[in-house]
């Protein structure tokens, strides 16, 4: 299940499906400040890279920026995946919304774009970062991201995002308000 909609020069679509899967530049990580792995999309990325080679990379950056803070990006190749590179997010933990949390997710997604574009990525794959144990309501994370991403394509950042959702109900949600915003 695909749909896809055009956003000046470039394209935006929303998918079901596993994000270790895709054949694009890059894929986006939903990790954590200590890029260290975990459960959720961050552990399928790093099975599907290859573990040994994903957290020497990762423990490399982490030497030398210490941690990485809710809404920024740094990217890594993507070893056994099928895309080059891994770009790694961290998104905001959900703690009500009064706590910053839509401008550190909105963020994520933007630094997510900007980094792309500097390592001419020209075909990005997101996940919904924040809407698993992050807890970020998902409408409201679908209305940031897509947002941004919007604003981001029709800017040039890259030529094609792709939202990757898990499960058929993700997905119809998603490509609902994608409808709506597009
Ligand atoms: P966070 O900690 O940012 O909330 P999670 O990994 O817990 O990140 O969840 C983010 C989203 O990724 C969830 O909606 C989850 O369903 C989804 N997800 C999990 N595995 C995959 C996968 N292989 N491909 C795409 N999305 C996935």
Not at 12 to 20: A, C, K, M, N
Not at 123 to 134: D, E, K, M, Q, R
């Amino acid at each position: 299940m695909q749909r896809t909609w055009s956003a000046g020069p470039g394209r935006l679509s929303v998918r079901e499906g596993d994000i270790t899967r895709l054949t694009v530049d890059a894929v986006v990580n939903a990790a954590n400040s200590r890029l260290a792995g975990g459960g959720g999309v961050d552990g399928a990325i790093h099975r599907a890279a290859g573990i040994d080679r994903l957290q020497a990379a990762c423990r490399e950056i982490i030497r030398e920026i210490g941690s990485l803070p809710p809404g920024e990006a740094v990217i890594t190749p993507g070893f056994g995946l099928p895309a080059r590179h891994i770009i790694h997010t961290v998104g905001p933990i959900w703690r009500g919304g009064a706590n910053s949390e839509p401008e550190l997710l909105g963020n994520a997604y933007r630094n997510s774009l900007a980094l792309a574009h500097r390592h001419d990525i020209q075909t990005l794959a997101f996940p919904a970062i924040s809407c698993g144990v992050y807890g970020y309501p998902v409408e409201d994370a679908a209305r940031i991201a897509l947002t941004v991403l919007k604003e981001g394509i029709e800017a040039g950042l890259v030529i094609e995002a792709v939202m990757v959702l898990h499960g058929e109900a993700a997905y119809d949600t998603w490509s609902r308000i994608a409808e709506d915003i597009l």
